[in-house]
């Protein structure tokens, strides 16, 4: 959950180019801690990251593309004191949606709870997952194309 609190927080309206270098950043970062090589390939525009992970005896590679930059966010559409700052939430009788505190998840589960937060169902929710494969599937190489 850290992880995928951390990586959420940050902004990254594609309007504003700092916001999506912040986010290359952190994915060179933390893609670097976990062992994984990477490239960064300058467009004239929003630069690719291409990062790779690979596997002694590998048979096969699976390529994944995915981006970190957003559409703008306005903040009055949103029913939580920031977008970028993840929260757990708990459906009510009538519909709304209530936060409930996040440590909950350490030791309860109920499968109808969300986590809200801009892009916490796009494509940087991905990264913690594919960010622990590398280790998990040890006859599989990873080539990830990030924008």
Known sequence: MNLLNEIVAMPNDAVFPEQIEVNIEWCENAFK???????????????????????????????????????????????????????????KADGTWEIIPMDRLKHEYNADWRIFARSSSDDKVLWPCLSVLGTLWRRLEFLLIIQ
Request: glycine residues 6%; without cysteine; aromatic residues 12%.
């Open 33 to 91: 801690e976990r062992g994984w090589t990477q490239e960064r390939l300058e467009t004239g525009g929003i630069p690719l990251l291409l990062v790779e992970k690979k596997q002694p005896n590998a048979k096969k590679t699976a390529l994944f593309y995915f981006h970190v930059d957003g559409q703008a966010v306005d903040r009055s559409r949103w029913f939580q004191p920031d977008p970028y700052v993840p929260v757990l939430k708990e459906q």
